[in-house]
């Protein structure tokens, strides 16, 4: 089964890849995004940030 399926041609491979994102670009999923309080606490204060004279701010993501 493996061995059949490494047998692919690469064209067909990129075929359905492209199906898929049209897909997704033609039909976009709908999820509705509701930011929670802490999130609005956030960037509600970023926002403060940028009305500053000197507006720069270092955000860093560490995780783990």
């Known amino acids: 089964m493996l061995?059949?399926?490494m047998n692919i041609?690469?064209?067909?491979?990129f075929l359905f890849i492209f199906f898929g994102v049209a897909a997704?670009?033609?039909w976009p999923i709908q999820i509705p995004i509701k930011p929670t309080r802490d999130v609005r606490a956030i960037?509600?204060?970023?926002?403060?940030i940028a009305?500053?004279?000197d507006?720069?701010?270092?955000l860093s993501f560490d995780y783990g």
């Open 3 to 5: 061995d059949r399926l």
């Open 9 to 13: 041609d690469r064209r067909i491979i």
């Open 24 to 26: 997704a670009m033609i």
């Open 43 to 48: 960037y509600n204060d970023i926002e403060a």
């Open 51 to 53: 009305d500053l004279e």
């Open 55 to 58: 507006p720069v701010i270092l």
